[in-house]
């Protein structure tokens, strides 16, 4: 499973012109989810995006987590993620879960994240989205699980 996480001020997404979710200051994390996944990794994956440290201290230092930090959390499914890059101009999505598996799994890892303490927001699986966000810093981090 991969993530592709940005710290934001604020995020949203929108579907046929109207905002179905939407946050303040906290993570926009775009989900990838690959054949050989599991419930498994999309627990560790989470358990990995609400720990990790990418938000400053009083120091300045990046040393708290959006735990820490008391954020929110946009979950948004992104095939693309699973692309092989590595051969031609065309990407190849072989190492992709087949849709079904990607919605299942997706939507295990909103369910898992909803109980948590932290606001959760999600985009929609399969549709059209505009995902819009005010990245801070920019900080942007790429997860694997």
Known sequence: ?????????????????????????????????????????????????????????????????????????????????????QKGLRPSFSSGASPAEGERLFSYLCEQAKKTEINIATGKFAADMQVSLVNDGPVTFWLQI
């Open 1 to 85: 499973m991969i993530a592709l996480i940005q710290r934001v001020k604020q995020a949203q997404v929108d579907v046929d012109a109207q905002i179905i979710a939407q946050i303040g200051h906290g993570i926009l994390a775009l989900i990838g989810v690959e054949k050989d996944d599991s419930e498994a990794n999309a627990d560790a994956l989470l358990r990995k995006i609400i720990n990790y440290r990418i938000f400053s201290d009083r120091a300045g230092k990046m040393n708290l987590s959006l735990n820490d930090v008391k954020g929110e959390l946009l979950l948004v499914s992104q095939f693309t993620l699973v692309a092989n890059t």
